[in-house]
């Protein structure tokens, strides 16, 4: 793997990146040092690769979001729906933070987030790939290479957790070519500071997610705490504000279209690497059934929650997640459609074989794993297709049993021997997730959508099902809806699960004692246990044979792209990467007009209707006529710049991220890519991707002028 790091390296002076692409690990941005100072970076790009120098140890992951400290007082800015979950575990219809937002006055009055909220501080990347795929490993085949895999990734994580209050993690690139530990400060005592009420923060809604025009004020504020020694702690009324090594700095001058952008953070997954086959299956048949999958839960949860407030609180974080996925893959599919996005991939992966089969040594290399990968690939599809719907089929609280059981399972072996996920470093993840069930699950709601993916699970033809599933859940095939229904309703009947107190009592209950209950959903789950452990083995065998074929191809692929001087960055994995780019709007959009790179308050006020997504708040609304913009305001704009377009390379993950300008200081916050371009995940387009962020002067402007804010203000030295 160093042949692999230094070669790429070596390519930094002979081959730039193409256009404002790439997702960059910080010891890779040699390789783009020339490009960013040429767009207008000030400082020295070697900064970018130091995860604890300023900027970047400014920046944080939220364990699917990004954010980053603002103050030395632990302050951390993050988008609004990454604190979502925390603002809907906090609202009530009698405390409705939600709908009217949420400021504390004082540092006393600011909230435990939601239970389970973590903030990591990376402080150290650490390529460990020899490690991982060690001597013994490298012979081992299928199950066998896995299990091996696992248990060298075990103990890297337990010996780098010896040091107390971190959390480690081995992640994979070029399809398990590379492997990086990231260790990380994990901050358990998480709390909501600020997050601006319902029309500001969700101005909008689902209508202009991903949409250019926009005009959402997409932020909050969390803030990190320890111990009274400094180190991380659970929550406590005498736990003091964390201090970061680094935070933040605003902007002290303007931003203005043209202006170099930088953008730090943990994006979660892009496929750009991902072969012909794989390309098309995701289009041709996972992305549409995923579309109706999550179409048709959508409308159940807005059905069987309508005028019950209470549930469309504890669902609310449910919805917005799927809507999100919703529109996003809708979005993918429809930029898809009628390009030649599949035919290029297709001519890529045939030329790059080509030259593979051109020289008697790279096909003695990589030719038979060129050809095993896409036979393994189709092998994996089918299952998928199979098994689609065994997922939405099988009640959630089954699932939630079913691992209650394992973990009582795994914890009669040594802990170095448990399955990741179920040893003792995960206990607490464990309890806190049980924490948020009560308010975040309705049970009307749950046999609703279960009950109708499950009637059309029994409708598929009778050799296709899963006979555990229908024998431990009472079904048989071709049920009309009816009764799968009244199946469904004795099912919950005669369940405790939906108690909390008894769901807790589980988890530190013997695998004797699930195994003797007769609460019928442990009973179901108890019975479906050796069919998902054969399952399980049998994807591992795969996976394994997997991970051979598709590391020798990525590494064809390095290779071949080395030949031709381009350097190649790996696919998103949630790992902390820096992408540039600068501020840009778009000519032109996709209905024929100029996409100006800045929207302006003006927006807020021609889009308000008063009702649903497009209410904004009336001292909001009675600011902007009368042109309070303090500081903040722009004269070329006559306003306040709102939202900004920038040819950043993002995806999901990269929500809250900072937007930093040329001389590392917070301009922005990232938020989201535009509708056509989502496609990005899978195929670059560097004059259609544009990724929509929140302009910081927006956030100050609502902050001072209109919250009066001025305790946070401060604080971050804005005022």
Known sequence: MKRLMWAALALGAAAGAQAHEG?????????????????????????????????????????????????????????????????????????????????????GEELPAAPGSRILVTVALTDVTDKVIDKATAALQGKARIDAIEANEKALVAACEKDAGHRCSVGAFYGGLMYQLTKQLEIRDVRLVRAPPEGVGVFGGDIDNWMWPRHTGDYSFYRAYVGPDGKPADFSKDNKPFQPSQFLKLASAPLNEGDFVAVAGYPGRTNRHRLPKEVDFAFAWDFPHRVKAMGEQLDLIKEA????????????????????????YQGQMASYAGSDILARKQAAFDEMKAWVNADAKRRATYGASLVEVERLIAERQEITRREFLLGYATPTLVK?????????????????????????????????????????????????????????????????????????????????????????????????????????????RDASAFEASDDTLVKAAVALHADELARENRDKELAGKLQQAYA?????????????GQPVYPDANSTLRVAFGQVKGRAPGVDGTTWTAFTTLRGIVAKHTGNGEFNAPAEQLAAIKAKRFDKYGVKALDSVPVNFLATLDTTGGNSGSPVLNGHGELVGLLFDGTLDAVISDWDYNDHMNRSICLDARYMLWQMKVVDKADRLLKEMNAL
Not at 44 to 50: E, G, V, Y
Not at 552 to 559: F, S
């Open 305 to 328: 929650t309508a005028g019950r407030r209470d549930a469309e609180i504890k669902l609310a974080n449910t919805v917005a997640g799927v809507n999100n996925y919703y529109k996003n």
């Open 400 to 508: 939630s049993a079913g691992d209650l059981y394992e973990q009582a399972l795994q914890r009669r072996k040594p802990d170095a021997e448990r399955k990741a996920g179920y040893q003792d470093r995960d206990q607490l993840r464990r309890r806190q997730a049980l924490e948020t069930v009560d308010r975040r699950f309705d049970e009307i709601t749950e046999k609703k959508v279960v009950s109708h993916f499950l009637t059309q699970y029994l409708a598929l033809p009778a050799d296709q099902l899963n006979s555990a599933l229908l024998n431990a859940l009472g079904v048989r095939a071709g049920m009309d809806a009816a009764a799968v229904t009244a199946r469904v309703d004795a099912l919950y009947a005669g369940t405790k699960l939906t108690d909390k107190a008894e769901r807790g009592a589980w988890l530190s």
């Open 23 to 107: 997702m960059w690990m910080p010891q890779q941005l040699p390789l783009v040092a020339k490009d960013m100072k040429a767009l207008g970076l000030k400082f020295d790009p070697a900064r970018l690769s130091q995860p604890l120098g300023y900027p970047m140890g400014a920046v944080v992951s939220l364990g699917g979001c990004t954010a980053s400290f603002v103050s030395p007082q632990g302050l951390v800015v993050t988008n609004h729906h990454c604190a979502f979950g925390s603002i809907q575990y906090n609202s009530t219809p009698q405390k409705d933070l939600l709908k009217n937002g949420f400021l504390a006055a004082s540092p």
């Open 552 to 564: 020798a191809t990525m590494q064809a692929e390095i290779d071949f792209k080395a030949s031709r």
